[in-house]
């Protein structure tokens, strides 16, 4: 790097010179690949957690290199100091690399090579020579953009999943505050969008909350795994330009610096060719927004009406739902967290097309990032703001849900288990085309007395509780024996 007294400063790289205003924090490679790939309007700055890894993990090889005896002190407690200065505070425009950028990542570690070694040769201004602090020869000391971008993947995700879970932990506790206060509350159950049997609002919101409680579980072990990373492996597997010292004090520093403890994967060549590790990465992200889909998708359902549909549920009104009809509310918020899934289940495809790869490295790590972490960033702001403005406020209509499920023909299953189903499919047929209640077409088929039906159908709650039911159907049984 040559300082010239127009304000800019020439650089050098294999391809050949670029000037560049003294201000810009990186470099020449940097610059290039501004120019080849800005597409998106989205750089390596904008995932959350990335360059902050990429930048952790420079600073754990610097010390990793002084303390092997490999780095002079002086430049590597310069680059510790740079990235000590960058971790307090990533300015999105010293790291302008677009997102869709290829060479599995090169412009993205080249950047922030570039910018610590920027700094770090400002650090150390008085020392002689042009460029006290090269990017590849000292910032990248032992390791290679092969090796570092998945790594600084494992360390941004398993971040972003941290922040996926809590978000998730928000929403079972408050689908088990619903569980709980609606544990009493009868509604009619929907199989194939048809009647069923009774079930309890509690029950339905459990079957939700349990999903999610499952779902946390696999993140926390998506979250463990992210914990191995193949730093050391270099270019291609052999650990080639990384002394034994290096890779293990690497590990060392890095498990101090960021309070978790990493270690290097089992097998360095599987490490760099494969990418099944996202597979699962995006598997479990796909089933928490297919499971969250089908939980918004049954509340506008639930919630369909209020004159003409289920009615069975008030969700919260936050905004007026038409332009042209007064008064209508829609289900905005399980409507915008459909379309979040919609999201996920999308990149998904992307990322299962990007894990093929090829030959000794996955290439495609950008797209693989730039999908997972939207899908972690998308479902962990918008799951809270569901949470607080659908879930919390959610109101059930009792007459509605009791009346619906009293008036289910799906009551005559207990008429089967005590006449059998012949006689009670000629009640619920009778009941059908009468629009008659199956206690009511019991009674006029001949089948039972007013009494007993009433003792049987009196309460339906009964029927959403296997051992009521039985105790129900025991009595029943009891009673026509006297």
Request: with cysteine; hydrophobic share 45%; charged share 20%.
């Amino acid at each position: 790097m040559e300082k010239r007294n127009d304000g800019f400063r020439l650089e050098e790289d294999a391809l050949g010179t670029r000037l560049l205003p003294h201000e810009t924090a990186y470099g020449i490679q940097t610059a290039r690949a501004v120019e080849n790939f800005s597409i998106s309007g989205r750089s390596i700055a904008d995932i959350e957690g990335f360059v902050r890894a990429i930048i952790l993990i420079k600073q754990a090889a610097a010390r990793a290199n002084r303390r092997s005896g490999e780095l002079d002190i002086v430049i590597a407690n310069a680059i510790e100091t740079a990235a000590a200065e960058q971790l307090a505070g990533i300015s999105r425009e010293d790291y302008p690399v677009d997102i869709y950028h290829g060479g599995g990542g090169t412009a993205a570690n080249m950047n922030v090579n570039e910018v610590l070694a920027n700094r770090a040769s400002e650090v150390l201004s008085g020392r002689k020579g042009p460029d006290p602090v090269h990017p590849n020869t000292h910032v990248n000391m032992g390791q290679s953009t092969n090796d570092v971008i998945p790594s600084a993947m494992k360390i941004a995700v398993g971040g972003e999943l941290a922040g996926l879970k809590e978000s998730l932990a928000l929403l079972v506790d408050g689908l088990r505050e619903k569980e709980v206060a609606l544990a009493e509350m009868v509604k009619l159950g929907r199989t194939c969008l048809q009647d069923a049997l009774p079930v309890t609002f509690g029950q339905q919101f459990s079957g939700y909350r349990a999903a999610f409680e499952r779902q946390i579980a696999d993140v926390e072990g998506l979250e463990t795994a992210c914990l191995g990373l193949p730093l050391g492996a270099t270019a291609i597997g052999t650990s080639f330009g990384a002394s034994a010292q290096y890779r293990q004090f690497v590990f060392e520093e890095l498990s101090t610096l960021s309070g978790k403890m990493f270690e290097v994967e089992e097998n360095l060549f599987d490490a760099l060719q494969n990418a099944d590790h996202w597979l699962k990465v995006s598997a479990t992200l796909k089933a928490v927004a297919v499971t969250l889909s089908k939980l918004s998708a049954d509340l506008r359902l639930m919630s369909s009406g209020p004159r003409a549909g289920l009615g069975e549920i008030t969700l919260p009104a936050v905004q007026p739902g038409s332009s042209i009809m007064p008064g209508k509310i829609n289900p905005v918020m399980p409507e915008m967290m459909m379309q979040v899934a919609f999201r996920v289940i999308g990149n998904d495809a992307t990322i299962t097309r990007a894990a093929e790869g090829e030959l000794d490295l996955n290439v495609w790590e950008s797209i693989i990032l730039e999908a997972v972490s939207e899908s972690v960033r998308l479902m962990r702001r918008a799951i809270p703001l569901f949470v607080s403005k659908c879930i919390a406020g959610i109101e059930v209509n009792g007459d509605v849900g009791l009346g619906d499920a009293s008036g289910s023909l799906a009551l005559s299953t207990a008429l089967a288990s005590i006449y059998g189903y012949p006689s009670a499919s000629a009640v619920a047929k009778h009941a059908a085309g009468q629009e008659l209640s199956i206690g009511a077409a019991a009674i006029d088929c001949g089948l039972m007395s007013r009494e007993d039906a009433e003792f049987l159908f009196a309460d339906v709650s009964a029927f959403t509780d296997a051992g009521r039911t039985e105790r129900l159907l025991s009595s029943f049984r009891d009673r026509r024996l006297r």
